[in-house]
């Protein structure tokens, strides 16, 4: 059975800058080389029109996994996740998937930025499903704790960096 994979952030930031500054290279580069962990890299950014599309490769020491994990995984644990957004001036809606090398495991799910009472809010909804006989719900349970901790930590230096 699939896990949830969900996060909110308020920034006090009117949606067209929201949009402007959470979709920025200089931004998610800068991001990950404060916490993306080892072997965190910003591998393509390609916008063209209204659309843009992410990919970034954020690394897990093995030595942060449990030991059952360990044992079923090469080394430590690589999470690549690609968005895809729809630019608009005020709002951006996007999909993202994860995928984690050397594990049967991804994530899928939404994206959202756009209007909120405080100012604007990034939105992220989606599941990550490992499908693995015995081990697959530790190593769901595994890859769901880890992507929403980067996610988490991702956006508080975000929050921070932007004045929230």
Do not use: C, K, N
């Not at 998937?97 to 939404?110: D, F, N, Y």
């Amino acid at each position: 059975m699939p896990t949830p994979l969900r996060l909110d952030e308020i920034f006090p930031l009117p949606p067209d800058a929201a949009v402007a500054r959470l979709l920025d290279r200089d931004l998610y580069a800068d991001r990950l080389a404060a916490v993306g962990g080892p072997g965190a890299g910003l591998v393509a950014f390609e916008r063209e029109g209204d659309r843009l599309r992410v990919v970034l490769r954020q690394g897990v020491p093995a030595g942060a996994l449990p030991a059952s994990v360990r044992r079923f995984l090469a080394g430590a644990l690589v999470l690549e996740r690609e968005e895809r957004w729809r630019i608009a001036d005020e709002r951006a809606d996007g999909e993202f998937t994860l995928s984690a090398s050397g594990a049967p495991a991804g994530a899928a799910g939404t994206l959202t930025i756009g209007a909120d009472p405080a100012g604007s809010a990034l939105h992220i909804d989606g599941e990550v499903e490992v499908r693995v006989p015995l081990l697959g719900a530790a190593i769901e349970a595994v890859v769901a704790e880890r992507a929403l901790a980067l996610m988490t930590e991702e956006m508080r230096w975000t929050a921070e960096r932007l004045g929230g």
